[in-house]
T-cell receptor
């Protein structure tokens, strides 16, 4: 049972570099989400996709972009990383009910 | 706007103790409410949910009742185990597209 697969598990990145976090699901869920987790702030929504071909901005979208070319994949790109983007990133998928399935996270450190 | 407030942690308990984690929310109407759990080094997983007022969600010995009068959804477990050590997140359903508003999370540490 795969569910949601995220890669890389962790990454150290120099400020200004471009980085793409990968996310793949095998549950055929229509909706996919990217959250970042920061201590004391819980999870905050970065971007979401209600269905393949569409995307939308969440609470904290600045500095991030996403694409949804097909149902299974939902990559998150940092065009030019900054230290404030140091965080743990979680990809999730679901069927609009709020019952989400999460990946194991990608820990990103921007120096 | 929507918001979820949880009690701050960490909450440290001995095994077999009673656990309560408070959660209150602000929202328009009566959204579905959830508790998610994050075990060390893992992603979040759904623990339980309630979709309307007075509903009780339950799973793995945990319970939470949707109280619209007090806009609360407190999580309880009668006898915790070391394996319940985790971070617990309260959340509400923001819209019909499945987006969730999470609280800050409460770390629970259970000692033998």
């Amino acid at each position: 049972i795969a569910g949601i697969t995220q890669a890389p598990t962790s990454q150290i990145l120099a400020a200004g570099r471009r980085m793409t976090l990968r996310c793949t699901q095998d549950m055929r869920h229509n909706a996919m989400y990217w959250y970042r987790q920061d201590l004391g702030l819980g999870l905050r929504l970065i971007h979401y996709s209600n269905t393949a071909g569409t995307t939308g901005k969440g609470e904290v979208p600045d500095g991030y972009s996403v694409s949804r070319a097909n149902t299974d994949d939902f990559p998150l790109t940092l065009a030019s990383a900054v230290p404030s983007q140091t965080s743990v990133y979680f990809c999730a998928s679901g069927s609009y009910t709020g019952e989400l399935f999460f990946g194991e996270g990608s820990r990103l450190t921007v120096l | 706007g929507n918001s979820v407030t949880q009690m701050e942690g960490p909450v440290t308990l001995s095994e077999e103790a009673f656990l309560t984690i408070n959660c209150t929310y602000t929202a328009t109407g009566y959204p579905s409410l959830f508790w998610y759990v994050q075990y060390p080094g893992e992603g979040l997983q759904l623990l339980l949910k309630a979709t309307k007022a007075d509903d009780k969600g339950s799973n793995k010995g945990f319970e939470a009742t949707y109280r619209k009068e007090t806009t609360s959804f407190h999580l309880e477990k009668g006898s915790v185990q070391v394996s319940d050590s985790a971070v617990y997140f309260c959340a509400l359903l923001k819209d019909s597209w499945g987006k969730l508003q999470f609280g800050a999370g409460t770390q629970v540490v259970v000692t033998p």
